[in-house]
């Protein structure tokens, strides 16, 4: 199977910088860092250097893709809720891309379906999984690309971020959509930028007014809040 690569399609234009896609994301942005750019790692003769998991549009700069923020979406939750070693996670992706042959293939329709199965077929043979395991990690992938919409051709066109990375079911409240807000977080439904609606929080103004004033309910306010300020609390 092969497929092309449009550079010139907005999903994957350099449009990220790492701070934001960390924050959208909720990944530590060392973490991120680490996927984009590699990272030296300790072994029994000294130390190695860990591949890039993520390939930038532009090796120039740091800032991501549309596609490679789904990319890092997938990837948060095999690293953060199944804690598979990056080196394992390396081989197994490396594995996908040799039967797939196509780029970016977590972004692609084809990792929903075969590719969950490969993915975990590769960590088998590398890392013991029992089986409760591997059902676990297919289950969760798969909740994981829910919140993903796919275009005709099978390559991601949306994403639906979660704030909270302990609340995998959390309704789609935000969207991230390359075609609209120059592929800012809105509120679904209303392209509102969730950056406008965190800056009248820090500004001081409450969340019920908010609510108010753009006719949402409070999960919806809270959910743009903490999209934008992760790292502060939401009253």
Not at 36 to 59: D, M, S, W
Not at 120 to 128: A, M, Y
């Amino acid at each position: 199977m092969t497929a092309t690569y449009d550079k010139l399609d907005t999903r994957n234009l350099p449009t990220y910088p790492i701070a934001d896609a960390a924050r959208y994301l909720s990944i530590p942005i060392g973490t991120l860092r680490s996927w984009l750019h590699g990272r030296y790692y300790p072994v029994e003769e000294g130390k190695r250097y860990f591949e890039p998991l993520i390939q930038r549009p532009n090796t120039t700069t740091s800032q991501l893709s549309f596609t490679n923020l789904v990319e890092a979406h997938v990837l948060r939750v095999i690293r953060q809720v199944h804690g598979v070693r990056l080196d394992k996670v390396r081989t197994a992706l490396d594995y996908i891309d040799q039967r797939f042959n196509i780029p970016h293939p977590l972004a692609r329709i084809e990792f929903q379906t075969d590719g969950i199965n490969l993915f975990i077929e590769s960590v088998g043979r590398l890392i013991n999984v029992s089986e409760h395991g591997q059902l676990a990690m297919q289950a969760v992938l798969e909740h994981l690309l829910e919140r993903i919409e796919w275009d005709e051709n099978g390559i991601a066109a949306r994403l639906f971020p979660v704030t909270r990375m302990k609340d995998q079911d959390a309704p789609k409240v935000l969207v991230i959509d390359p075609s609209i807000s120059f592929g800012r977080p809105v509120l679904i439904g209303t392209g509102i930028p969730t950056a406008i609606l965190a800056e009248r929080y820090k500004a001081g103004e409450s969340i019920d007014t908010l609510a108010h004033d753009y006719g949402c309910d409070r999960l919806q306010i809270e959910e743009a809040i903490r999209c934008e300020l992760s790292l502060q609390q939401v009253a």
